[in-house]
């Protein structure tokens, strides 16, 4: 249990933390208190938890390999409460972090689609059903190739 009294008495503890090796990094539930006053940005939070915890040289801790998510305020107000990840290494956080996630952190560009390619996609899946879908591929691949 980490406890952290940031100003204007709010208090971040972490819970239930855990080290997850296989995907190099600490897992953990975050529990922020702020009687009175609105939840705190994610912004504050990431420096917080990156205070609170060293990094693998015993310095201060990125606070880009900090991500925070799932933070839902409990009715009322006064608490809120979260998940926590802190990854070991920026490529481990780009290999294990679902893509959503890294688009948020500004790690990752997301993909623009137009209305015309959603149409499009829906029609060729509608007008090709079961293994012609398959058969239908393999046609526009061999045609693209040649």
Known sequence: LLQVFMADSVTIR????????VMQRRQFIL??????????????LKKQVAKMFKGADSKELNPDLVVLYGSKTDFGGNRSTGFGIIYDSLDALKK???KHRLIRAGLAVKRSRTRKGYKELKRKVRV???????????????????
């Open 31 to 44: 529990d922020v208190v702020h009687p009175g006053a609105a939840p705190v940005s994610k912004a504050d």
């Open 128 to 146: 090709t059903w079961g293994t012609g879908r398959r058969v239908a591929a393999r046609k526009a691949k061999r045609a693209a190739a040649a």
């Open 14 to 21: 972490t819970r239930k933390l855990m080290r997850n090796a």
């Open 96 to 98: 294990n972090e679902p």
